[in-house]
């Protein structure tokens, strides 16, 4: 059974930063796509960042510029680092691992960000 956490999520001040980390029990790590997702109250759940095999990053327009995603194969972690940090990216962040050649999702159970103004 495969097992995806994220952690680092908290609460921070307006204009702060934050890293989140999801790690993934996952084996052939290097050949999944990562991504982060995030889900405001009231709101759908939005790709906020992704990371293919092989690929440049995909940034939603809301957060190009200030959050970046990485990810280390030998340790089957995906990163997100946000910098510039706005009330409005108070949401709960999931990581999610797609297996490139099956299209197999794995999600974890999401972390809490919240941004005080």
């Known amino acids: 059974q495969v097992h995806v956490v994220e952690s680092g999520g908290g609460l921070v001040q307006s204009g702060g930063s934050l890293r989140l980390s999801c790690i993934g029990s996952?084996?052939?790590?290097?050949?999944?796509?990562v991504a982060w997702y995030r889900q405001a109250p009231g709101k759908q759940r939005e790709l906020v960042a992704q990371?293919?095999?092989?690929?440049?990053?995909f940034y939603s327009t809301s957060v190009k510029g200030r959050f970046a995603i990485s990810k280390v194969n030998s340790e089957n972690t995906v990163y997100l680092q946000m910098s510039s940090l706005k009330p409005e990216d108070t949401a709960v962040y999931y990581c999610?691992?797609?297996?490139?050649?099956?299209?197999?999702?794995?999600w974890g159970q999401g972390t809490q960000v919240t941004v005080a103004s």
């Open positions: 996952i084996t052939g790590f290097s050949r999944y796509t």
């Open positions: 990371l293919a095999p092989y690929d440049d990053a």
């Open positions: 999610n691992m797609r297996q490139s050649d099956s299209g197999t999702d794995y």
